[in-house]
């Protein structure tokens, strides 16, 4: 059974590494009322799998965290006119976005 999960992060977002046991780590988001736990699996091979899991969440939460600040660096998000650009690539959307009118507004 698939599961689908949406955090949209709230002012008391926050990640920590809790150990509650010696040897029992485990990587605890929260957001609001939303948690999420992310432990090691009990059988064979499952540290190794948590180790690749986790390594390759800090480098997409890397890539998210410079993806967002990229596209607000000139200006608030302007979801209206992002919504408009569904269809479009991350690099037009960049072009897009990166457009200043002389009025002041993000696009072209």
């Known amino acids: 059974m698939g599961m689908y999960l949406l955090l949209q992060p709230e002012e008391d977002a926050e990640s920590a590494l809790v150990e509650r046991a010696q040897g029992h780590p485990s990587l605890v988001i929260t957001s609001g009322d939303a948690r999420l736990t992310v432990q ?3 059988r064979e091979g499952g540290a190794q799998l948590a180790i690749s ?3 390759e969440l800090a480098q997409s939460a890397t890539q998210f965290a410079d993806r967002c600040e990229a596209l607000t660096k000139l200006a608030p998000l302007d979801f209206e006119h992002l919504s408009a650009l569904v269809n479009t690539t991350p ?3 960049n072009a897009l976005t ?3 009118r002389e009025d002041g507004e993000v696009g072209q």
């Open 40 to 42: 090691i699996a009990g």
């Open 53 to 55: 899991f986790a390594r």
């Open 91 to 93: 690099d037009e959307v």
């Open 98 to 100: 990166a457009l200043k």
